[in-house]
């Protein structure tokens, strides 16, 4: 097996590793920026070639013409068969890990297996909901340990219609933090219908007649890939939605930027769509350069190959 382990910002780079990992054939280690640009991640295409030249398996266009829609069912493990297998190991927050997935999903190459050593900002009080999501350990060196010897449980993998993928969590709001104008839909259900005034329409089942401001949406663990709910208040939380109901499979998710979520207003579903004339679409605390009329979240047709307990 080869393993690339991605040490992403200060915090990744001060985390002691076991010397034993710098002596190992067969794994390298890379320093990267706290969220790694395209350029800073081209290597990956050289490793993902070298140990897969051809793909023989289907196409994603191949896969979409399909008349059965197995891969839209419960995750798979990944087909392909290269000449060894490629542990890719990302130490870094959820942003770090939507870039390395947003690169590999973008070049086709989801077949790695994928580990997460959560590493976030003490000064800020971050907290990552990918490894809440996944249960995986808080403590590094244990997260470490489940990255390069645990076993890969694949889960769907959610993206945008602008082609980033989402490692923790996405959310939907104003431009300018107010109330949210437009219309947020999960597969048939309206989350949120919401004109200028703050007003929700009476056929939304949505937030229940209060003012919502967005809507935050999760991966889940299996079909259908998405869990969203709305958010109703402005002002950050403490301690909000501690957890996903156990039965819509998900887990724990404890990160608030923005408003209050309600549970009763959870769904799930394959795709959340989104229209309004300013929205702000934020990817794991990444927020969109500029305003948005209309954004697209969906499961990809390829799992994420993701080690977890």
Same mark, same amino acid.
């Given at each position: 097996?080869?393993?690339?382990?991605?040490?992403?910002?200060?915090?990744?780079?001060?985390?002691?590793?076991?010397?034993?990992?710098?002596?190992?054939?067969?794994?390298?280690?890379?320093?990267?920026?706290?969220?790694?640009?395209?350029?800073?991640?081209?290597?990956?295409?050289?490793?993902?070639?070298?140990?897969?030249?051809?793909?023989?398996?289907? &196409?994603?266009?191949?896969?979409?013409?399909?008349?059965?829609?197995?891969?839209?069912?419960?995750?798979?493990?990944?087909?392909?068969?290269?000449?060894?297998?490629?542990?890719?190991?990302?130490?870094?927050?959820?942003?770090?890990?939507?870039?390395?997935?947003?690169?590999?999903?973008?070049?086709?190459?989801?077949?790695?297996?994928?580990?997460?050593?959560?590493?976030?900002?003490? #000064?800020?009080?971050?907290?990552?909901?990918?490894?809440?999501?996944?249960?995986?350990?808080?403590?590094?060196?244990?997260?470490?340990?489940?990255?390069?010897?645990?076993?890969?449980?694949?889960?769907?993998?959610?993206?945008?219609?602008?082609?980033?993928?989402?490692?923790?969590?996405?959310?939907?709001?104003?431009?300018?933090?107010?109330?949210?104008?437009?219309?947020?839909?999960?597969?048939?259900?309206?989350?949120?219908?919401?004109?200028?005034?703050?007003?929700?329409?009476?056929?939304?089942?949505?937030?229940?007649?209060?003012?919502?401001?967005? #809507?935050?949406?999760?991966?889940?663990? &299996?079909?259908?890939?998405?869990?969203?709910?709305?958010?109703?208040?402005?002002?950050?939380?403490?301690?909000?939605?501690?957890?996903?109901?156990?039965?819509?499979?998900?887990?724990?998710?404890?990160?608030?930027?923005?408003?209050?979520?309600?549970?009763?207003?959870?769904?799930?579903?394959?795709?959340?769509?989104?229209?309004?004339?300013?929205?702000?679409?934020?990817?794991?605390?990444?927020? &969109?350069?500029?305003?948005?009329?209309?954004?697209?979240?969906?499961?990809?047709?390829?799992?994420?190959?993701?080690?977890?307990?």
């Amino acid at each position: 097996m080869r393993v690339l382990i991605l040490r992403c910002g200060q915090a990744a780079a001060e985390l002691v590793l076991p010397a034993t990992l710098h002596r190992s054939a067969g794994v390298e280690i890379f320093s990267l920026p706290a969220v790694p640009a395209r350029g800073d991640l081209k290597f990956l295409s050289d490793h993902t070639t070298e140990l897969l030249p051809v793909d023989p398996t289907p &196409s994603l266009e191949e896969i979409q013409a399909q008349p059965r829609v197995e891969h839209q069912a419960a995750p798979q493990l990944a087909p392909q068969q290269p000449v060894m297998p490629l542990r890719i190991i990302v130490l870094g927050s959820d942003a770090a890990l939507s870039a390395v997935l947003t690169r590999l999903m973008r070049a086709d190459a989801l077949w790695p297996q994928i580990g997460f050593v959560p590493v976030t900002d003490a #000064a800020r009080d971050d907290e990552s909901t990918a490894a809440r999501n996944w249960s995986l350990p808080t403590d590094p060196a244990a997260a470490l340990k489940l990255a390069l010897t645990g076993e890969v449980k694949p889960v769907p993998l959610i993206r945008n219609d602008a082609g980033q993928a989402v490692a923790g969590s996405a959310t939907i709001t104003q431009w300018d933090g107010g109330a949210m104008t437009g219309e947020i839909i999960v597969d048939d259900a309206t989350l949120v219908q919401q004109d200028a005034r703050g007003l929700a329409d009476g056929s939304s089942a949505g937030s229940g007649g209060a003012t919502a401001f967005g #809507a935050r949406l999760v991966p889940m663990l &299996s079909a259908p890939g998405i869990a969203a709910a709305a958010h109703t208040a402005q002002e950050k939380p403490r301690g909000l939605f501690a957890r996903w109901r156990k039965n819509k499979g998900t887990t724990q998710d404890a990160d608030a930027n923005v408003g209050k979520l309600d549970p009763s207003t959870l769904v799930t579903g394959r795709a959340v769509q989104a229209g309004g004339p300013e929205m702000a679409v934020h990817v794991d605390g990444v927020r &969109s350069p500029r305003p948005q009329k209309r954004v697209t979240f969906y499961r990809h047709l390829r799992d994420l190959q993701i080690i977890r307990p």
